[in-house]
């Protein structure tokens, strides 16, 4: 098993900064390829970027190309997602993913089939 917990959302103006925590406990955090998706309101939840346990491959959603990055550091068990230049469609319940994979740098898609763990959610806000 693999606990997620996510941190650091909150209300922000439009064109500001908002950097989310995602803290994992449980099994070997390194093992694990990791990604952000996020669910607004009656919308389905969407992909928006993944990391592999190596943190040397990531994969964006064209949306946030450009604005969002992704790190992570495996000895404190915890992902970040900066999110820059922030944009109103860009609220959303925002949640971490954890899947298994077999190599450092491989990561999982953009399904959320694909991951096995998840977090509660954080809540962005951006206000026009």
């Known amino acids: 098993q693999v606990q997620l917990v996510e941190s650091g959302g909150g209300l922000v103006q439009a064109g500001g900064s908002l950097r989310l925590s995602c803290a994992a406990s449980g099994r070997t955090f390194s093992s694990y390829a990791m990604a952000w998706f996020r669910q607004a309101p009656g919308k389905e939840r969407e992909f928006v970027v993944a990391?592999?346990?190596?943190?040397?491959?990531?994969y964006y959603a064209d949306s946030v190309k450009g604005r969002f990055t992704i790190s992570r550091d495996n000895a404190a068990n915890t992902v970040y997602l900066q999110m820059n230049s922030l944009k109103p469609e860009d609220t959303a319940v925002y949640y971490c993913a954890a899947c298994r994979t077999y190599h450092s740098d491989s990561y999982c898609g953009a399904m959320r089939s694909e991951y096995a763990y998840w977090g509660q959610g954080t809540q962005v806000t951006v206000s026009s």
């Open positions: 990391i592999s346990w190596s943190g040397g491959r990531t």
